[in-house]
């Protein structure tokens, strides 16, 4: 556990499943006060919350589209209102569907760029005007993928948002770091979620991914929330503009692993 997280306020965006539940817990157990936002009502939001208080945190939850600018708003002043900061805010939110590229419909097209990029893009400028108001040296964190460095077929949308997240965390970060205020990204590999449960469902779909990892398992929502929880602490103090990936190898090629290529 990282003690200076103890009472620090932290928004996470996208956090009543998967890998978002997953840090809202982390946070939980390191005692901060944790916003938790989700756009669709969903009946386990109220044990999440007991689960973090009973970890020691504070929680509270926030309906929110983090396309809309409004509700973005919102939630910053709702962690003000109920904790009096925002030291960390975390832009997890995220959407893909499968698609042929030459197929794919421009609203499918502008719903993964406005929920993976644009909502990261509203998150962080709230966020940054509320740390600067406030003279926070705070920290923004930034859901990337494995697919802003690698290609994607039939997954083109999301991979354009999360290359376009890359530049975004390495622009706020160069741009902020007079400030005191660090903007990292994360890159997970392929993390068990309801966002790949239809994948993962078929054996030999989830078997061909397996393939793809080194390590050879797929990861769990933990091993994200852990890198979330140290890219905040004090102990990432000089980390800024970097992306983390945490993928069990799977961005340093492993279809070199037998060493022929
Ligand atoms: P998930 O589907 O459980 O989580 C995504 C969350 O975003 C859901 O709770 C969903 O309701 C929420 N969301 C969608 N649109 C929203 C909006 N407009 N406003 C607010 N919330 C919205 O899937 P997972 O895996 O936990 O995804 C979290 C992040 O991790 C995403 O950004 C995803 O791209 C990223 N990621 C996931 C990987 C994986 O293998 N699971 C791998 C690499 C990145």
Do not use: C
Request: glycine content about 10%.
């Amino acid at each position: 556990m990282y003690t200076d997280l103890q009472g620090k306020t932290v928004v996470i965006t996208g956090a009543s499943t998967g890998i978002g539940k997953a840090m809202a817990l982390r946070f939980g157990q390191e005692k901060a006060n944790v916003v938790i936002n989700y756009i669709r009502e969903d009946k386990t939001l109220e044990q999440l919350v007991q689960d973090i208080e009973s970890a020691g945190g504070k929680a509270i939850a926030v309906q929110g589209d983090v396309t809309r600018e409004e509700d973005v708003k919102a939630l910053v002043a709702a962690a003000d209102k109920s904790f009096g900061s925002l030291d960390v805010y975390i832009n997890n939110a995220g959407v893909e569907n499968e698609v042929d590229s030459d197929e794919l419909s421009l609203h499918d097209w502008n719903k993964v760029i406005n929920v993976n990029l644009t909502g990261a893009f509203l998150g962080s400028r709230e966020a940054i005007h509320y740390m600067l108001d406030k003279g926070i040296k705070g920290s923004i964190i930034n859901m990337s993928s494995v697919h802003e460095q690698i290609p994607w077929p039939h997954f083109v949308h999301y991979a354009a948002s999360k290359g376009g997240i890359k530049m975004l965390t390495e622009t706020l970060a160069l741009e902020f770091a007079p400030k005191g205020i660090r903007v990292n990204g994360i890159g997970p590999g392929a993390i068990n979620t309801p966002i790949n449960a239809a994948k993962f469902a078929d054996p030999k779909a989830k078997a061909d991914v397996v393939s793809m990892i080194p390590m050879g398992y797929i990861g769990a929502p933990e091993e994200i929330a852990a890198v979330a929880a140290w890219l905040a602490s004090k102990e990432a103090s000089y980390v800024t503009g970097i992306t983390l990936f945490a993928d069990g190898g799977m961005t340093k090629y492993p279809s070199f692993m037998g060493g022929r290529g």
